[in-house]
């Protein structure tokens, strides 16, 4: 292998034209599927930072039982999709919004007694805080006897979940799409450079080369090929992400960017060895055949 | 006493074999034998199928019928797999000399050893003596482009014989040869033949033919026509 490896190097340098155009091709191809996975990526991390707010409020029946306020918030424990219930006396409630509202304080003179319900906070849990779910989850709450009305928002949630199912969809689309692309023009740019050096490869076969002895090396060619496009795609791609998330400022939490996973970056990095590698086997099946007939 | 059969000592042995390209027809009927140890020329004009007999030998062509021997193996029947080893015990001469431009002198002989598996300290050192006989061993590192014609036939004839084959097919190997080359090569390739290799030159030149004794056949539009008994080569 020591030798192949050897060879195959000394090919890179030989004909490095060639395989700087492979090189570039598939960074490319990979930097546009890469860009499409850093979208959906930070899309998703948008999402389930939202995701984790997603808070029911469950008013209690004025004048309800302590027995069935007890009974309420046992239910709502048990309920699935729930992460936490807080009680939420109405006092607790009154002061809570007399002091988020201070400086506004003659608007609680004259009120007489507290209007504010007894309610229990529920906090959904990240992987049902899905708009159909939360929606069912509610429907269940507003059926317990002591509970008067239910109130949970971010119907925009849906919204956005669904843009972004979108999205993610279009990028695997896309991504299969480029990956026939990518594939098509590393077996067009392997397949040049296989009939630029057919000469080479029929003296080799002359002089008795195995197959093995002859394609070991264009095989590690097109995994290199693969390997050293998607490290520059992915240094490109930083860059990029580098400069706009510099010309966004940072912005607010939410929408806070980040650069692909660790993971992502190893599933990028196959992906290109793998067009590479999967290029290399198609054209070389076909040059082989016909050198062969 | 019983004399052997001629066909006891042969490396191969063609039956009735044609070789058709579409319409024309190459080689008609051949059926001959050709012995180890011998020197045998293919002579005659352009066209009349010399370098096809030749390809027929390493699988450079298939026959269209007929049956080639080589080393007791049918060529017909010989896998993709078996192909590579079989082109092993043959060493090939073209007259464009067919060296790899992109590498020097030394790894276009090494190679022939490089393609075997051969380990390097070996590789090195045969490539090294094979070229000092060629008398290019000045030259190790110079580029094919770099070098004359006979400079790069005198690495062809190294590279066909750095791995010992039992036969050379030299195609045309001075065609485009200046005497003094042709001489050179000549030589080197009579040097090997005396250690016991078969060697086939297939040749026009009739000057060729009064360099080294040799049995001859003539070939004629693909037909195998009597061997014309020049310069005492056995028949």
Request: charged share 20%.
């Amino acid at each position: 292998m020591k030798r192949h490896m050897k060879r195959t190097l000394k090919d890179f340098t030989s004909h490095a034209f060639l395989h700087g155009i492979t090189v570039v091709t598939i960074a490319l191809t990979i930097l546009i599927a890469g860009a499409l996975l850093l979208v959906v990526e930070n899309g998703e991390s948008v999402i389930s930072s939202w995701k984790n707010g997603v808070r029911i409020m469950v008013y209690l029946k004025g004048g309800a039982a302590s027995a069935d306020v007890e009974g309420t918030g046992h239910s709502l424990e048990t309920m699935g999709g729930v992460a936490k219930v807080s009680f939420i006396s109405r006092d607790e409630a009154l002061t809570d919004l007399m002091e988020s509202m201070e400086g506004q304080a003659s608007l609680f003179e004259g009120l007489g007694e507290n209007p504010l319900p007894d309610a229990y906070e529920v906090e959904v849990t990240p992987e049902a805080a899905e708009w159909e779910r939360v929606q069912a989850m509610a429907a269940a709450m507003v059926k317990l006897p002591a509970v008067d009305e239910v109130e949970y928002g971010r119907s925009w949630l849906a919204r956005v979940s669904r843009l972004l199912k979108m999205v993610e969809l279009a990028g695997i689309a896309l991504a299969g799409l480029f990956f026939i692309v990518a594939l098509f023009i590393v077996y067009n740019t392997v397949r040049l450079a296989l009939y630029s050096r057919r000469d080479e490869i029929e003296i080799m076969q002359l002089v008795g080369a195995t197959g093995g002895f002859i394609k070991i090396p264009l095989y590690l060619a097109g995994v290199l090929e693969g390997a050293m496009g998607s490290i520059l795609a992915l240094f490109v791609l930083f860059g990029a992400y580098a400069l706009f998330a510099s010309g966004t400022g940072g912005g607010a939490d939410a929408f806070e960017l980040s650069f692909l996973s660790l993971g992502s970056m190893g599933g990028v990095f196959l992906y290109g060895i793998f067009v590479g590698w999967f290029g290399c086997f198609l054209s070389l099946r076909e040059f082989m055949k016909e050198a062969s007939s | 006493m019983t004399q052997p059969d001629p066909a006891d000592d042969a490396v191969i042995r063609l039956f009735n074999v044609s070789k058709r390209f579409g319409a024309k027809l190459a080689l008609s009927n051949i059926t001959l034998d050709i012995r180890k140890g011998e020197w045998l020329y293919v002579t005659g004009p352009s066209g009349a199928g010399k370098s096809t007999l030749l390809k027929l030998f390493y699988l450079g062509e298939k026959t269209t019928s007929g049956q080639v021997l080589a080393f007791g193996t049918n060529m017909n029947r010989l896998t993709a797999k078996e192909v590579p080893f079989l082109r092993r015990r043959f060493g090939i001469i073209f007259q464009d000399f067919k060296l790899i431009p992109n590498r020097n002198v030394f790894e276009n002989v090494a190679l022939v050893l490089e393609a075997r598996g051969e380990p390097q300290n070996m590789i090195d050192k045969r490539t090294r003596n094979i070229l000092r006989h060629a008398g290019m061993d000045k030259r190790m590192e110079a580029m094919p482009t770099s070098l004359s014609g006979g400079e790069q036939q005198r690495v062809a004839v190294a590279r066909a014989i750095a791995g010992q084959p039992d036969v050379i097919l030299a195609d045309e190997p001075t065609g485009s040869l200046d005497p003094k080359s042709a001489e050179i090569i000549i030589g080197l390739l009579a040097a090997y033949h005396e250690k016991g290799a078969t060697v086939m030159v297939a040749t026009h030149d009739r000057d060729l033919l009064a360099r080294k004794k040799g049995r001859i056949i003539r070939l004629e539009e693909g037909r195998l026509v009597e061997p014309e008994p020049v310069n005492g080569g056995r028949l």
